[in-house]
């Protein structure tokens, strides 16, 4: 018997016209009992991105900070370090309920392949960029940061490690960022699956992808259900079934990710949670939300093993050295 699933997210476009409007639209959604929100997810729907995904995460976080986002990033427009870079450090300021969307295709690139690996987007491209960008998250341990007054060392540099990543995407790092408290950010990828993934979303009318051989039986993703809903306005018959295909889904033992249009309001996101969250208690009221991964239940991010060498000697290269009795020591600002 397939056991229910009340999981829910939804996916917004990073655009909103009334300041006032869309204040009140994210403070219910980070106060309702949704996992996490999308921004910049790829649809059927043509809509003109007026925000950086990560530019309205970073927004977000600062006025909404219960909220836990997966911003969408394509290694067809980026390279993995400056999105290794860019979400780690909105994983630190929110501390850990950031994650990435790894998405193909960027919507603002019109022809071409990747600026920065000269090769053609498509999964292949996406996988690679997924296991640098994770490489670089554990450059910086944050179990370097001692802060330790006696030995007067602040960062034991000595951890901190080359990635030395190189295939389609070449990065050495390290990353200026430490490590998450997640270990690194949940990262999702869309109809596909890549070695790192923690999450799948499955676009509407996509078959399930087969499994590459790199994954494991054992490590298989969540997989989410996108539903694209319209605005009542606009067709109230098919917003209603399309509650009922999400309500299917969920029935399926699923996950499902709303897809909400650029026109939604604090009416609409009500009507869909109040439809599909179910018993789902509300986001919690103690001090400090959970992370990414606590609420979806994934494992923390492990520290990895075939990183490079030591970026930094104890006593040598570093920004800044400190005579502190017999031993030279390191420090990094």
Known sequence: MTTPNNRLALALPVVWNSPSAAEALWS???????????????????????????????????RHPRLRLLVALSAEREHPYNIARRIGSLDSVS???????????????TAGGSVWAHAE????????????????????????????????????SEQIRFADHDGLFRSRGPLNVPSSTQGHPVVATVDHAAPGTDLVIRLPN???????????AGAAPQVWQTVEVPHPADDQQLFARRLDNARDVQAGGASVLVSLPAETDLAVVTAVISALAGAQPSRERGPEPESLRERLGLAVGGALTDLGK????????????????????????
Do not use: M
């Open 95 to 109: 501390n850990g309920r950031i994650g990435w969307l790894a998405i193909d295709r960027d919507a603002e690139r």
């Open 206 to 216: 996509t078959n399930d992808a087969p499994r590459p051989a790199g994954i494991a």
């Open 121 to 156: 987007p498509g999964s292949e491209l996406t996988a690679d960029a997924v296991a640098a960008a994770i490489a670089l998250w554990h450059t910086w341990p944050r179990a370097a940061i001692v802060a330790d007054r006696t030995r007067g060392v602040f960062i034991e």
């Open 310 to 333: 030591s970026a930094y000697a104890p006593a040598g290269l570093s920004s800044h050295t400190e005579k502190n009795g017999p031993e030279q020591r390191s420090h990094i600002f």
């Open 28 to 62: 219910s959604i980070e106060d309702a009992p949704v996992d996490f929100v999308v921004l910049g997810l790829p649809g059927t729907r043509p809509v003109r991105r007026v925000l950086d995904p990560s530019i309205a995460a970073a927004a977000l976080q600062s």
